[in-house]
C-alpha cells in the first residue's frame, strides 16, 4: 500500500511540468511571432523604400484632380518605389487615396513607404524656379511658361488675347507683354493660368516701386512707355554696356520731333523675325509698329524687355549722338554719330560687310 501511493504521488509533478513547459512553449513561439509580426510592420512603415537612379532626388509631378492610380502610375513609372505591396497597404491604411494634392513633389532616394506618404499627404510640394526671357511674342511665352508649370499654352495664350481679361491689369491683348518682367520667380507647379498673370501683377507693381516710377516721371515717360521704347533698344542690342547710349539716341529723336526709324519696329510689323537685314521694301508697310513711317513710340512693346533694358532708359545717357548702325566687325556693338554724313559712313562700311556675307535679307 505505502509503495502504491509513493508512484502515485511521483506522476503528478511530471505532469505538471510538461504542462508548464508546454504553455511557456507556446508563449514563446508566440513572442517570436508576434516579434516577425512587428518586424514586418516596422519594415512596411519604416524601412527605406525609394530609389533614384545617379540621383540623390528626383522632382514628382502630382496633375490637379489625380486619382491614386494616376499617382500610383507616375510614381511607378519614375521607379522610385522599391516595394509595391507594401506601399499600397500602407497607402490604403493611411487613406492617401482621400489626401492627394497636386504640385511639385521631391522625393529623396531612401525614403520609407511612411516618409513618402507623409510628403504626398501634407500638400507640401517643392517650388520651381520659372525663368522667361527674350520672348518676342505671346505665343512665345504661353509656349515657355506652359513647359515649366502645370497649364498648357493653349490655356495661356486664351487669357492673353481675352481683352476682357487683359483689361483688369489696364492692358490690352497687344499690350500685355509690357507687364512681363524677364526673371527668375519662385512659383508652384501647379499654379493656374490666371495664378500665374496674378504673379505677374504682383511683380510688375514690386519693380515699379517710387523711385523707378520717380525716373520715368523725370524723363516724361510713363512706366508703359518705357517699356516700349526698352523693348526696341532690347531688339537693336544684346550688349548691355551700350544700351545706355542707343536709349540716349531714340530719346534724343523723340525730343527733336524726328521718326524713331526703329528696324526692329519693322520686322515686327512684318512678323517675320528671320529678317536679318531691313530693306527700304520693308520700310513700305503700312502698320502702327512702322516708326519709319509714323512718329512717336509704336502702340505697345515689341517684346517683354528685359531689365537691363528698361534700366537703360531710365538712366539713359545724355549725348548728342542721332544716329548708329552696326559695325562692320559683327562684333554686335554699333557705331555712333552726331551727324548725318558720318552715320553714311558708317552704314556703308557695314553695307559692304553685308555683302561680302552674302546677306541680302
Known amino acids: ?9 511521483s506522476s503528478r509533478p511530471k505532469k505538471k511540468s510538461k504542462l508548464v513547459r508546454g504553455i511557456q512553449i507556446f508563449f514563446f513561439l508566440l513572442i517570436i511571432a508576434a516579434a516577425i509580426v512587428a518586424y514586418k510592420l516596422y519594415t512596411t512603415v519604416y524601412k527605406p523604400n525609394t530609389w533614384v537612379k545617379d540621383e540623390n532626388s528626383i522632382s514628382v509631378y502630382i496633375p490637379t484632380g489625380s486619382t491614386f492610380e494616376e499617382v500610383k502610375t507616375i510614381l511607378y513609372e519614375k521607379g522610385v518605389v522599391i516595394n509595391r505591396i507594401s506601399f499600397e497597404w500602407l497607402a490604403k491604411k493611411k487613406n492617401l487615396k482621400g489626401n492627394i494634392h497636386s504640385g511639385r513633389y521631391l522625393v529623396y532616394s531612401g525614403m520609407s513607404n511612411d516618409e513618402l506618404i507623409n510628403l504626398l499627404r501634407s500638400g507640401e510640394q517643392t517650388p520651381v524656379k520659372l525663368v522667361f526671357n527674350n520672348i518676342r511674342i505671346k505665343e512665345q511665352l504661353a509656349k515657355t511658361i506652359s513647359g515649366q508649370i502645370e497649364p498648357d499654352s493653349t490655356e495661356i495664350i486664351m487669357l492673353l488675347n481675352d481683352s476682357s481679361y487683359t483689361e483688369i491689369f489696364e492692358r490690352t491683348p497687344e499690350t500685355i507683354l509690357s507687364l512681363m518682367i524677364p526673371n527668375t520667380y519662385e512659383v508652384y507647379w501647379d499654379m493656374s493660368s490666371t495664378d500665374f498673370m496674378d504673379k505677374m501683377f504682383i511683380e510688375y507693381n514690386k519693380f515699379w516701386n517710387g523711385e523707378r516710377n520717380k525716373k520715368a516721371e ?15 533698344v532690347e531688339q537693336e542690342t544684346r550688349k548691355n554696356d551700350e544700351k545706355e547710349r542707343m536709349a540716349g539716341v531714340y530719346i534724343n529723336r523723340l525730343n527733336y520731333g524726328w521718326r524713331l526709324q526703329a528696324d526692329p519696329t519693322i520686322v515686327y ?15 513700305k508697310i503700312d502698320s502702327p509698329y512702322n516708326t519709319y513711317m509714323y512718329e512717336g513710340l509704336p502702340p505697345g512693346p515689341i517684346c517683354a524687355p ?28 554699333h557705331a555712333f554719330a552726331k551727324t548725318h554724313d558720318q552715320h553714311v559712313v558708317n552704314a556703308n562700311k557695314y553695307r559692304r560687310a553685308l555683302d561680302a556675307r552674302n546677306i541680302r535679307k
Do not use: Q
Not at 218 to 232: C, K, N, Q, R
Not at 269 to 283: E, M, P
Not at 307 to 331: M, P
Open 1 to 9: 500500500m505505502t509503495y502504491y501511493h509513493s508512484r502515485y504521488n
Open 218 to 232: 523725370d524723363i516724361g515717360f510713363t512706366p508703359f512707355e518705357v517699356s516700349i521704347l526698352a523693348s526696341i
Open 269 to 283: 510689323a512684318w512678323g517675320d523675325f528671320s529678317i536679318r537685314r531691313v530693306l527700304n521694301i520693308h520700310k
Open 306 to 333: 528685359s531689365i537691363s533694358s528698361i534700366e537703360a532708359v531710365l538712366n539713359y545717357e545724355h549725348h548728342s549722338f542721332l544716329f548708329f548702325c552696326a559695325k562692320d566687325d559683327f562684333s554686335g556693338y
